[in-house]
């Protein structure tokens, strides 16, 4: 929750001299930039110094260790990383917000699909999940008897749980409303997803032995200042007449970060499914079954 007296930033290029001052609208005013970022400004600021006298009342200036663009162009544009820069976050951004738009809607979809099969399913299928774990328990005699019923539940659900999850799986993913959902999403991902392979298939190893990824900020643009939180009192403007410059930081993500995302945004991963949640309505209907 802490807060920082903050009148602009400095960018400092790790590969030059060059430092880009910028002045935030409103001049000094707090603005919550979180512990971590103040730990970091610690650091930073026994390194440059503060540019004003006594930045309490002042305000002090938030330091950035970054790289030019002519210096990440000099070093970097051969190597497809500056493709990558200039568009990976965009991308990756676009991809995560058409996940989230699709989420809610093979959510539901997802619940529809295990509740109809759940209304529908008879004694006699539950063999067919697993035979063994059946006629040990819910496939007795004993099965209809009011006191054993939830004991012989319990047992069979123990017993056979990865293969009901596996048939409950099996049974959504055929299910036409899922599927008619989820490709609506690869529709609209898998243009993205291809661009984003293609950035990485250009960057060539020889000058991305590390495998580095880096960000690209412009300076003149609106900032969220705290790592944690969004909202007006954790984002400054820059003045008016702050140029229009490109930045590029380092980060710790890697080109193997980028596949585990575009993994997890193919489209027969987006079906999520509480497994406690449905084994806990699969048992009700199975005692509601014993009971017919």
């Known amino acids: 929750m802490s ?9 400092h290029c790790l590969k030059c001299s060059e430092i880009v001052k910028v ?24 390194r440059y110094g503060q540019p004003t006298a006594n930045p309490n ?3 002090y200036y938030l330091h950035n260790e970054i790289i ?3 210096c990440f162009k000099k070093r970097y544009m051969k190597g497809g990383q500056y493709d990558v820069a200039m568009n990976m976050e965009a991308l990756c951004n676009r991809l995560s917000g058409i996940k989230d738009k699709y989420a809610e809607n093979v959510g539901r979809a997802t619940e529809s699909a295990f509740n109809n099969w759940l209304e529908n399913i008879l004694h006699g299928n539950l063999c067919e999940i697993n035979t063994s774990a059946f006629d040990k328990t819910i496939g007795l005699k004993i099965f209809k008897l009011r006191n054993k019923r939830k004991d012989l539940v319990g047992q069979f659900v123990s017993s056979a749980k990865d293969s009901i999850i596996a048939s409950i799986l099996n049974q959504i993913n055929s299910d036409p409303c899922l599927r008619d959902a989820t490709r609506q999403y690869a529709s609209e991902a898998q243009p993205i997803v291809d661009s984003i392979r293609k950035l990485l298939t250009n960057l060539k190893g020889k000058f991305f032995h590390k495998g580095e990824i880096f960000r690209v900020h412009r300076i003149n643009l609106p900032e969220n200042l705290n790592d944690y939180v969004l909202y ?12 229009d410059i490109t930045v590029f930081y380092q980060t710790n993500m890697r080109k193997k970060d980028i596949t585990e995302f575009l ?4 489209s027969s991963n987006q079906v999520e499914m509480d497994e ?13 079954l014993a009971s017919i």
Do not use: F, H
Not at 276 to 288: C, F, H, N, V, W
């Open 3 to 11: 807060w920082l007296n903050i009148q602009g930033n400095r960018y």
């Open 23 to 46: 002045e935030y609208e409103g001049g000094a005013c707090l603005t919550q930039i979180g512990d971590n970022r103040i730990y970091e400004q610690t650091a930073l600021t026994k």
């Open 57 to 59: 009342t002042e305000g």
């Open 68 to 70: 030019c663009e002519p």
């Open 232 to 243: 007006e009192m954790t984002t400054r403007t820059p003045a008016t007449s702050t140029p």
């Open 263 to 266: 993994n997890s945004c193919d």
């Open 276 to 288: 406690d949640k449905l084994i806990g309505k699969l048992k009700k209907r199975l005692e509601a």
